[in-house]
């Protein structure tokens, strides 16, 4: 067959195929050239999905009769007056989105200009156009697209329904509404209900739009983000590593204003979010980066969707870098919804759902008026379980609290709530009963100590412990309601932050095993922990291998007591196989610190005393991220007096 030129219509239509895959793409293009024109109300209506109707009113600056005419033709544009390609500033700027629209659909463009004395028309039809017609309309722009892929019914074909084709619609316009909040959006149609996201202004106007569209439960969870490096200039709001959802729709990344979904962002944010949420579950997000258009190319692709930046290593590190001072700056904040479906199980049958739960985002709010005392560090904390073997606790095992005069207080006050009452030793009073009292109960002036000490650390944000339940929950006592904290994940998250700190220095100390531990494996998991022993060695655990099938493990770190050997090697084993080769060091010993400290810590059914409950609060409220485990699981939730007794029917 001969070598011929396409026709005018048949390569339109194949360009078409890159620019539009779906009614959403021509809603996104369309869109975006009514911000491009300055529009400060757009209106958009769609009819089953978009695919028989799409209509865009905006009151931009609207288009000349002249400029109408070329704007229906390809690689005609307003938005690249010097041909340079790497100085990008509009959403658009190929020429491409109305004449793909037009060669695909029956295309109607009404629009009107300041300086003309009426609107003009012009209709496309399959990448037909007829002549500009004078037409009536007060200001900017209407375009209606209608039967989109009439002319390419092969395509029609492949749209999924009505239902699906909206709601990607929807997300369009949630995205570019993210990105221009103060533009007022109106989505409507007979194929949905209505969307009104009205303007927003002020200094607060990016977060007001943020809860127009994820809602307040987001904006109550959420940490700001800001942070400047060479240029570039990162901002946004990351919600809280306790506040997620179980896929990443809810992730909103914009490069100077335009919505992007870039493997690189999506990659740096996976990696920030490593150590503190669990591997199914997705963080949310909305972070914007502003930066010069010649650092960044987004050309790569008709739908502009990707970009490609020039120092993709600095946008990463710049990223990962403030979304984890953000978790350091956050304390141990937790999500005020984590607990509420738990709150729901244990409300009285028809018990109004009026009651809120709380949690540590009410107490480090920078409204709060109970914060950590300052110069407290948590690297500096004594607080070390360690369980003799018959699980029996000696006074020289117990933690140092403070001073002397202090951990006789503590002890006390504790005498106060759980020194037995011997029954034979109680006076009886006049009328033969008897006085309930303690024997040999403290001095008075030993109690208003002891009583002191406990509205004292009542004053701590996570208030003085008070008991064990089923020797896995610790309830603590604060000024205005209880806090009830999961030992084994608080554990957990100080025994990570600890390695890690020793890591940075290089300073894990270790124990030697005086017999080996030998543990049982598959050949290639032995291999697999062989090739990275000196990377082991690195967080504390020195092993070598013993025969095709088993590694002997010689020496733990220190710091972890009562460890589960063979179930922390054989989950290593688990961890290396599922790593990319290319990962790098410090990656890899984050994730074997956090296997190690998962094994490593308090588990639960494990009594502690209460001077180790008040160290473990202690350390909490001084340890960065301790509001969540490395799993992503929050490590307390805080109940308000008011909640309680709303529980009690006592208001």
């Not at 996104?28 to 958009?44: P, W, Y």
């Not at 209407?142 to 029609?156: G, N, T």
């Not at 987001?218 to 940490?223: D, E, V």
Request: proline share 4%; glycine share 6%; with cysteine.
């Amino acid at each position: 067959m001969a070598v011929r030129q396409l026709s005018d219509t048949t390569i339109n239509r194949i360009a078409a195929g890159e620019v539009i895959e779906r009614p959403a793409s021509v809603v996104k293009e369309l869109v975006e050239n009514a911000v491009d024109a300055g529009a400060t109300r757009i209106e958009i209506v769609t009819a089953t999905g978009g695919k028989s109707l799409l209509r865009i009113t905006d009151n931009g600056a609207g288009m000349t009769k002249g400029d109408l005419q070329l704007a229906v033709r390809r690689h005609c544009t307003s938005k690249l007056p010097e041909d340079d390609l790497m100085d990008i500033r509009t959403m658009g700027f190929r020429g491409e989105a109305l004449p793909s629209i037009g060669a695909i659909s029956r295309l109607e463009i009404t629009t009107r200009h300041a300086s003309e004395p009426h609107a003009w028309k012009i209709e496309v039809e399959g990448g037909q156009d007829n002549d500009i017609e004078p037409a009536a309309l007060n200001s900017g722009t209407r375009v209606e697209v209608k039967d989109i892929f009439f002319s390419v019914p092969a395509r029609l074909k492949f749209l999924k329904s009505d239902r699906a084709e909206a709601t990607a619609i929807t997300e369009i316009i949630k995205r570019i509404a993210l990105a221009n909040p103060t533009v007022r959006f109106s989505l409507s149609g007979s194929d949905r209900r209505q969307l009104e996201l009205p303007a927003c202004t002020g200094d607060d106007a990016d977060l007001a739009r943020i809860g127009q569209i994820l809602g307040a439960e987001f904006t109550k969870n959420a940490m700001e983000i800001e942070a400047l490096r060479e240029g570039i200039h990162l901002y946004g709001y990351a919600g809280l590593p306790t506040f997620h959802r179980a896929n990443s729709q809810h992730q909103f990344f914009f490069v100077n204003g335009r919505p992007v979904r870039d493997k690189l962002l999506l990659g740096s944010l996976k990696a920030a979010y490593s150590d503190v949420l669990s591997r199914d579950r997705h963080p949310i997000v909305v972070l914007n980066i502003d930066l010069d258009p010649h650092q960044v190319d987004v050309n790569v692709h008709p739908a502009k969707a990707d970009v490609r930046f020039r120092d993709g290593q600095l946008v990463r590190g710049l990223m990962i870098g403030a979304l984890k001072n953000a978790f350091v700056q956050s304390g141990f904040r937790a999500s005020t919804a984590n607990t509420q479906s738990a709150i729901n199980a244990i409300r009285p049958m028809g018990q109004s759902a009026g009651f809120n739960v709380h949690s540590g985002a009410s107490m480090h709010t920078p409204q709060g008026n109970r914060e950590a005392p300052q110069n407290y560090s948590w690297q500096q904390s004594s607080y070390r379980p360690e369980e003799s073997t018959a699980g029996v606790w000696s006074a020289a095992d117990i933690p140092e609290v403070g001073s002397s005069e202090m951990q006789l207080g503590l002890m006390e006050a504790n005498a106060l709530y759980s020194a037995p009452m011997d029954q034979s030793q109680l006076p009886e009073n006049e009328q033969g009963t008897q006085a309930y009292q303690l024997v040999d109960a403290p001095s008075a002036d030993s109690r208003a100590h002891g009583h002191q000490l406990l509205e004292d650390r009542e004053n701590f944000p996570l208030g003085a412990a008070r008991a064990q339940i089923h020797e896995t929950y610790i309830v603590s006592q604060t000024k205005d309601g209880l806090v009830i904290v999961d030992q084994h994940a608080a554990h957990e998250r100080l025994v990570y932050e600890q390695l890690k700190e020793d890591l940075s220095k290089r300073d894990v100390s270790r124990q030697m095993l005086l017999i080996p531990e030998i543990v049982d494996l598959p050949e290639e998991d032995v291999a697999r922990l062989e090739e990275r022993a000196s990377e082991l060695e690195e967080v504390g655990l020195v092993l070598e291998r013993f025969g095709p099938g088993a590694i002997a493990v010689r020496e733990t770190p220190s710091m972890l007591k009562r460890l589960n050997i063979k179930a922390l090697v054989q989950d290593l084993a688990d961890d290396f196989a599922e790593f990319d080769s290319s990962t790098r060091i410090r990656v890899k010993l984050d994730l074997v610190a956090a296997t190690m400290a998962c094994h490593g810590s308090i588990r639960a059914g494990r009594r502690m005393r209460p001077e180790e409950m008040d160290n473990l609060l202690r350390d909490m409220e001084a340890t960065p991220k301790s509001g969540q485990c490395n799993h992503g699981r929050p490590t307390w939730i805080e109940l308000k007096l008011s909640d309680i007794e709303r529980l009690f029917g006592r208001h």
